[in-house]
């Protein structure tokens, strides 16, 4: 018959057929516009000169890069030496994103597998108990957790009641009150795609393994973590990704000696004495550092498909 599809192919699919580049223009211009263009202009200001009074002069130079690995002295004339304050501060962010992710395993994989494990008809009721702290705006969260914890908060007020402490704790511009906040800023980050993987879990494994004499542990180890791994892998990229950038937790509930990455870039860019060719260096260094996790992630992935 005249006009028909092809065997295996339906009618509707003719009508996408060769017309896949235009279809997809919207998304490569969103993609173009607000994501590769702000990081091309990034990477542009990152090897320009800083201006006196802010801004920049355009004489391209690598200064930036040099500022942040190398100090020259005060007057840039001598020898040079490892630049460890800013690469500190790279460190810490690392160390509390990677204790971020850590604390949300720890609590977000038996979260998800409660909730997967529930009756269907509660378990969108625990997600959305998930989901709630995201209908308020995360500066408001952050403010209020600063509120919680301050040495005359609701916490303190309570401990002091109780009569288990006899002085406020002082929690906040601490590097456990920075950690809290980024534990409950993206908790649900973690939980999420775990419940995900653990709702797609075949339970007959786990009873097969009990039937062959497997304790709790071992099936753990050996069959469920295995399974979900792709869950726990993506909670743990959402979580160390934006906590290794993140500016309100550290800016409000931390102090100076708690000062992140995200602080840093943001101090670069703040008022006339800003230097932009330093924080754009710093921002591309960040971003290099997410983009060899986010690498070697899809590297490790493409080798376990592979075998």
């Known amino acids: 018959m005249a006009g028909a599809a092809p065997q295996g192919a339906s009618a509707g699919s003719d009508i996408y ?3 896949g580049p235009r279809l997809l223009l919207p ?13 091309l202009i990034m990477a542009v200001y990152s090897v320009l000169t800083k201006e006196f009074r802010g801004g920049v002069i355009w004489d391209f130079t690598l200064a930036a890069y040099d500022q942040f690995f190398l100090d020259r002295g005060l007057f840039g004339d001598e020898p040079p030496r490892i630049e460890w304050t800013y690469i500190g501060i790279f460190w810490r962010s690392i160390w509390q994103a ?62 002091l009641w109780a009569g288990i402490i006899d ?20 908790l649900p980050f973690m939980v999420l795609p775990i419940y995900a993987a653990v709702e797609r879990y075949d ?11 497997a304790d709790s542990w071992t099936t753990l180890r050996l069959i469920i973590l295995p ?7 993506a909670g743990c990229i959402l979580v160390f990704v934006p906590s290794l950038g993140a500016f309100l937790a550290p800016e409000l509930l931390g102090g100076a000696k708690t000062f992140m990455i995200g602080s840093l870039i943001e101090e670069q860019f703040k008022g006339a004495a800003g230097n932009w ?31």
């Not at 399974?227 to 892998?233: E, N, S, T």
Request: proline residues 5%; glycine residues 6%; positive net charge.
């Open 17 to 19: 057929r060769g017309n």
């Open 277 to 307: 060719p330093f924080g754009a260096a710093a921002s591309m260094i960040l971003l290099s550092i997410v983009m060899a996790v986010l690498l070697l992630h899809a590297r490790a992935q493409t080798k376990g498909d592979r075998t």
């Open 27 to 39: 998304v490569w211009l969103w993609v173009g516009i607000f994501l590769v263009a702000p990081v």
């Open 203 to 213: 339970f007959s494994l786990s009873e097969a393994a009990a039937d062959l004499y």
């Open 98 to 159: 990677g204790l971020a992710t850590v604390l949300c395993l720890l609590i977000g994989f038996p979260t998800a597998w409660f909730i997967a494990t529930r009756p269907a008809r509660v378990r969108s009721v625990w997600l959305f108990l998930i989901t709630i702290p995201y209908w308020v705006n995360l500066l408001i969260r952050t403010v209020s957790m600063k509120f919680l914890i301050r040495d005359t908060g609701p916490l303190n007020e309570f401990l």
């Open 167 to 186: 002085t406020p704790l002082a929690l906040v511009n601490t590097n456990f009150a920075v950690q809290l906040g980024l534990f409950y800023s993206y």
């Open 227 to 233: 399974v979900v791994k792709p869950g726990i892998v």
